[in-house]
């Protein structure tokens, strides 16, 4: 069983819309990240989070540690936006990072 | 801002050669890692370092693959014979010791042919 899930593997918004990715996970975590990959491979840290929520921008991050669950919400999603979302954990500080398989987001014009 | 970098962005090579991928972190971290994503899967660990040797490394870090940081500023990871399942993107991060937010590097696209 994959220690990182996340949902929905794929998605198709249309600009302007709401949008919502799930994680969960199945260990204790001393950090969840976010990250962002686009075409091309490069990864880009979005959040990284402990306990709470986090926003940057149209991006939001929360984190329900008793859950072991995670959202990243963004608002009035934008085509630029369009990329690979992935979740990814790490168990104890400055331990390897265990990464999810990704959430492909496309959003349309 | 500090920012993690890869050398080659690309690299192409014969099955059975030796290939290095480079990797210079930001100069102040502590804690380096090398992770690999083949083409349509997820990013996968592949080896921890840190005070001049390997913390940890996972069952893809076979007797081929070898990391060595030969100055204070370069992280390499070293393919002795390359394999044709070897393909995939290469990414480095580093970590300050301080904080666990993870930099990646841009990676480094291998192609074995």
């Known amino acids: 069983k994959n220690e990182v899930e996340q949902s929905p593997q794929n998605l198709t918004a249309q600009e302007g819309e709401f949008i919502t990715i799930n994680c969960s996970y199945s260990v204790g975590i001393s950090a969840l990240h976010w990250l962002q990959q686009h075409p091309g491979g490069g990864i880009v840290s979005l959040f990284m989070l402990s306990s709470g929520k986090k926003k940057h921008g149209r991006l939001i991050a929360t984190i329900n540690i008793q859950e072991k669950h995670s959202s990243l919400h963004i608002t009035a999603s934008h085509p630029r936006d369009s990329a690979v979302y992935i979740c990814?954990?790490?168990?104890?500080?400055?331990?390897?990072?265990?990464f999810g398989p990704g959430t492909s987001l496309s959003v349309i014009p | 801002e500090p920012e993690v970098t890869q050398t080659p962005s690309h690299q192409v090579t014969q099955m059975g050669q030796e290939v290095i991928l480079r990797c210079v972190p930001i100069?102040?971290?502590?804690?380096f890692y090398w992770y690999r994503q083949i083409l349509g899967q997820k990013v996968e660990f592949l080896v921890s370092f840190y005070n001049n040797e390997i913390s940890e490394k996972s069952e893809i870090f076979d007797d081929q693959f070898s990391v060595e940081r030969p100055d204070g500023s370069n992280f390499t990871l070293k393919i002795r014979s390359t394999k044709l399942e070897d393909s995939a993107m290469y990414f480095c991060?580093?970590?300050?010791?301080?904080?666990?937010?993870?930099?990646f590097g841009p990676g480094t696209r291998l192609t074995v042919l």
């Open positions: 100069s102040n971290h502590l804690y």
């Open positions: 990814a954990v790490m168990k104890t500080s400055y331990d390897k990072v265990i």
């Open positions: 991060a580093s970590i300050t010791g301080t904080s666990n937010e993870q930099f």
